[in-house]
């Protein structure tokens, strides 16, 4: 299946809504989502978007507001495995320093807070 244009939107919506204000926050929250993953999360909520309505024989618009909520998923998942990171005293996370491990804890619990109210 087709999920390139709407895996773009959503990295967009990401990076447009968990951007910092300062330049330490710009930067970790580049370094977390440089390491991205599958978006094995965004995928399912896209997927399961567009599976038709029961009784509708007429095609389903694209919906933004299934790329919002895949956007949000992946978004509190990141926020939730900086947090595990600071828990686990995780050194590496996808094969490079975590983020705790790189900047610190109280960095990686102010950005994961952050991703979390986002």
Known sequence: MRF???LEMVREMIEGTT???CDLGREVSSYVYQGQGKFLRPRLVILSSRV???FSREPLPEDRAALRVAASMEILHTASLVHDDVVDKASTRRGRPSVNARYGDDVA???A???FAQ
């Open 19 to 21: 951007v910092p204000n």
């Open 52 to 54: 038709p309505k029961p």
């Open 109 to 111: 619990i102010l950005v």
């Open 4 to 6: 390139k244009p709407e």
């Open 113 to 115: 807070d952050s991703l």
